[in-house]
């Protein structure tokens, strides 16, 4: 007879660990910028951590499809990117930048166990017919982790300082342990999977997305409206100085924007089964577009009522486009879809990010339209060869 595992214990690991994933991001930029005293130091070390993930995904998600006890599995990665964390701020100042990034980009390797690897596992944790609200309570823990992450890192160091803001980040996600390690064990055998090589398995999941005509459309949508992300983010300190008095207060944006997403996400909770997944994933991406269009005007006001529109979008999008993995990812291929999915988004906003520096030099307005465009490119790759 199975144990029991509450959904509420997966939803608060997630969280846990999530929030501890988001704060880690802007507290390595605080703390390579205090150590180095160098702009690019810092963001070398974000790149490295956010980069790398695209490498890590597809593994990671294949050894998780491989075992017979994922959450113990997911507990060895939450405990290296905690460790690798660590390792990084001990690393700051006392031996050459280079060596300090090579390790942020060893803690990247983890970082879509946070994210793919998490809610890959909830058909294990709930029925099947619980699985829409799941769906909606998981990516409301990503606009929580999302709202409060940054927010926390900022505070903790401004209050005590950067090097407090990593380590608070370490014990968030040391706190998902033992969530992580209470999860039930895989459903169904598991020995053909250790029959073939780690290679064949990866050429398997890849086959998957690409050959499932509703998975394969809604990972490029999800991706390329993340390059449209990546590019928001970027432009979120210079929309700060712009129209509302200092860069600084652009942070407030993203925290209204994960709120909105929250907001939106619990009432999709409430209603898992009124839309369509693959509709809302296409509807998501023209509510995203109207948001940038609308921050690119250049007027405060429309700034300000486009943050509830972007949240609207963003965050049924996340919820929808796990309905579409958990529907159509064959069962010994979940976890690698789950986290091979995760780094392509995150490439995907590293590489919007990347175009956003020299874009938005020219043009803030140039910029945000760019993002909004990608978004109407993402809703083009949601229609195409619909069946």
Same mark, same amino acid.
């Given at each position: ?36 005293? +160098? ?166 999941? @890849? ?114 486009? @796990? ?14 879809? @789950? ?9 995907? @906003? ?12 020219? +043009? ?24």
């Amino acid at each position: 007879m199975r144990k029991r595992y509450p959904l509420s214990v997966h939803v608060c690991g997630a969280v846990a660990a999530r929030t501890g994933d988001e704060m880690s991001g802007p507290a390595l930029l605080l703390a390579g910028l205090a150590a180095t005293g +160098s702009t690019s130091a810092a963001s070398y070390l974000l790149a490295g951590v956010t980069i790398s993930a695209a490498v890590g995904g597809p593994v990671f998600g294949v050894l998780l499809d491989r075992s017979p006890a994922p959450g113990r599995l997911l507990a060895w990665a939450l405990t290296g990117y905690a460790a690798a964390l660590l390792a990084v701020l001990a690393s700051l100042g006392q031996v050459p930048v280079a060596v300090t990034v090579l390790i942020a980009v060893g803690a990247g390797l983890l970082g879509p166990a946070l994210s793919g690897g998490w809610t890959a596992q909830l058909p294990d944790v709930v029925a099947r017919e619980d699985l829409p609200r799941a769906h909606a309570l998981d990516a409301m823990s990503f606009s929580l982790a999302g709202l409060v992450g940054p927010a926390l890192a900022g505070t903790v160091a401004g209050l005590a300082g950067a090097s407090a803001a990593v380590v608070v980040a370490v014990g968030l996600i040391c706190l998902a342990l033992p969530s992580a390690l209470a999860l039930p064990v895989a459903r169904g055998p598991v020995r053909e999977r250790h029959a073939t090589a780690v290679a064949t398995d990866l050429a398997a999941g @890849f086959r998957a997305i690409l050959r499932n005509r509703p998975l394969a459309r809604a990972t490029m949508t999800s991706v390329v409206s993340c390059a449209g992300g990546g590019l928001l983010v970027a432009c979120v300190p210079l929309l700060g100085a712009r129209d509302l008095g200092a860069a600084g207060r652009g942070a407030l944006l993203l925290s209204g924007i994960a709120a909105s997403a929250l907001a939106a996400n619990a009432v999709l909770a409430r209603h898992p089964r009124a839309l369509r997944p693959d509709t809302v994933i296409w509807g998501s991406t023209l509510v995203l577009a109207v948001g940038l269009i609308l921050a690119a005007t250049g007027r405060p006001v429309l700034l300000i009522a486009a943050v509830p529109v972007l949240g609207i979008g963003e965050g049924p999008q996340l919820t929808a486009l @796990f309905a579409v993995r958990h529907r159509e990812a064959p069962g010994h291929l979940r976890g690698q879809i @789950f986290t091979t999915g995760a780094s392509l988004k995150i490439t995907g @906003f590293a590489l919007g990010a990347g175009i956003a520096g020299p874009i938005a030099t020219r +043009s803030l307005r140039g910029a945000l339209l760019t993002a909004a465009g990608l978004q109407l490119l993402a809703a083009l790759c949601a229609c195409s060869s619909r069946v």
